[in-house]
């Protein structure tokens, strides 16, 4: 029992970083989720004060690069009711030339309330050096 507490100790303190959001927003959002291929922008860097995004609601797809990690489909989107900052890690999901969906790295994702509404963009200053991948080695948007 004693093994399985210490374990779970380095696990948890190993996954801990000061420069990553701890607070959670307040409520997911169920607005239309982001369209594959979606030009985010950028960002040029995550404010100190953003807390860590809620997912959207319901069902998110994971990423396919990293455990624990969702796609862009997650970021939220639609509706928002406070001048709240947050940040999130995610999968950029895109479309291929040949139209079938691709994916790119993991990157950091801003996203603020902006009139009421959603909008998130890319931080800068944490750019994934992971190129876009449509699966056969086409070469993505």
């Excluded at 169920?30 to 860097?45: N, Q, Y």
Aim: net charge negative.
């Amino acid at each position: 029992m004693t093994w399985k507490w210490v374990a779970s100790l380095v696990l948890g303190v190993a996954g801990c970083s000061s420069t990553e959001p701890t607070t959670a927003s307040t409520s997911c959002s169920d607005g239309a989720r982001w369209p594959r291929g979606t030009d985010f922008g950028f960002e040029p860097s995550t404010p100190a004060d953003a807390v860590a995004c809620t997912p959207h609601c319901g069902p998110n797809q994971a990423s396919s690069r990293e455990p624990n990690v969702l796609t862009t489909d997650a970021l939220p989107s639609g509706a928002c009711s406070t001048s709240e900052v947050c940040a999130m890690r995610a999968e950029y999901l895109g479309v291929c030339p040949n139209g079938v969906a691709g994916s790119g790295g993991i990157e950091s994702f801003v996203c603020r309330c902006v009139s009421g509404t959603w909008a998130c963009k890319r931080d800068a200053s944490r750019a994934s050096a992971t190129a876009f991948s449509c699966g056969s080695g086409d070469a993505g948007p």
